[in-house]
């Protein structure tokens, strides 16, 4: 078992995170000992309910079941959870405990934010890519008709339970697509301001063999290093006004693409891929990289064999980019690599620069 700890020192609020690969029937005892009896609705993604649902026991009535994809994280659910809440007669000593991947935990974690103006929430993440970032750092979201996780706060959970069992019945894509995060990290991992040197990107390169093979072993470590660069830059920076924003390597054009398909082709993770590259190249053509470090990014891609993700019209993702939540009226901003594992934000206002 690895426990780590999340210290918002600005609001005094802490929070444990339990990485462990215990028998997933003990999860709920686990939780509920946390919540000390404290009544609770479980948002609770579909495929997670049918293989995990008998072993993890919670009560039918207390279950609210979220379709899987993108496209379910939307206001309409957002209210029928909501509605599902207060049916339950939830107060605001009371829970909401969101299992599942990172669409389940933003839109829960959304509700449990805003209900009541606030209750508590318990993140279980059950995909590599919730685990290792969007279950911890209170991002909460929906999305809309004019793009993704446009709607939302900040809100912290009480918990988060992470328990690498739940990996192993991961599909390929759906796996990989947490690695695009994985992957991000490591390219990040010295803007993180973290104490110590994990040097991730060379635990990538002499393990990627075990990585893909879902070794439980690796999985823990690997889980442990993204989550201990992410805890060290929501500590200092809970709400993105800052450092928070190296996160966002590879989103800006990824978010882009993702729209741009409505959600339905790409994964976030393939998505967020192809803006690593996007950036790496970005930067390389303005001089921020030289040549050998391009390569180096993508040889760490190829190892991993993600999906590729074709050329769209520059124009058309440019005019997409404009309307993210990170960019202004008049500036695309980017985060881009600036060395080994470094990066830092620009901006960019002409298409000319950016092509």
Do not use: W
Request: charged letters at 25%; aromatic letters at 10%; hydrophobic letters at 40%.
């Amino acid at each position: 078992m690895i426990n780590l700890t999340v210290n918002i020192k600005e609001k005094f609020k802490s929070y444990p995170i339990i990485i462990n690969d215990n028998d997933i029937g003990n999860l709920k005892s686990e939780i509920l000992n946390l919540l000390n009896d404290k009544n609770f609705v479980v948002v609770i993604s579909e495929k997670v309910e049918k293989l995990y649902g008998k072993i993890l026991g919670f009560e039918k009535k207390a279950k609210f079941i979220l379709k899987d994809g993108e496209s379910q994280k939307n206001l309409k659910n957002y209210e029928k959870i909501l509605s599902f809440c207060l049916k339950k007669h939830l107060t605001r000593d009371d829970a909401i405990i969101a299992i599942g991947g990172g669409g389940v935990g933003d839109i829960a974690g959304f509700v449990a934010a805003s209900y009541m103006r606030g209750i508590n929430l318990i993140q279980v993440p059950t995909t590599l890519l919730a685990c290792v970032d969007s279950s911890v750092g209170g991002k909460t979201a929906v999305n809309s008709t004019f793009g993704k996780n446009l709607i939302g706060s900040f809100y912290q959970p009480k918990a988060v339970f992470i328990n690498t069992n739940f990996l192993q019945t991961l599909n390929e894509r759906i796996f990989k697509t947490g690695l695009g995060e994985v992957v991000k990290y490591a390219f990040i991992e010295k803007s993180c301001d973290f104490s110590e040197d994990i040097n991730l990107i060379n635990f990538l390169e002499e393990n990627y063999q075990n990585i893909l093979a879902c070794d439980t072993k690796i999985l823990k470590l690997l889980v442990n290093y993204c989550l201990l660069l992410k805890i060290s830059v929501v500590e200092k920076d809970e709400t993105e006004s800052n450092l928070r924003k190296i996160l966002n390597l590879g989103h800006t054009y990824g978010h882009a693409i993702e729209k741009i398909t409505k959600y339905k082709k790409f994964t976030h993770g393939e998505c967020v891929v192809a803006g690593i590259i996007f950036a790496f190249d970005l930067a390389f053509k303005n001089n921020l990289i030289d040549k050998n470090y391009l390569f180096f990014m993508h040889d760490i891609i190829k190892k991993f064999n993600f999906k590729k993700i074709p050329d769209f019209d520059l124009k058309k993702v440019i005019s997409v980019m404009k309307t993210d939540k990170k960019s202004s009226s008049e500036f695309i901003r980017f985060i881009l690599p600036v060395g080994y594992a470094k990066v830092n934000e620009f901006e960019f206002n002409e298409l000319l620069t950016i092509s």
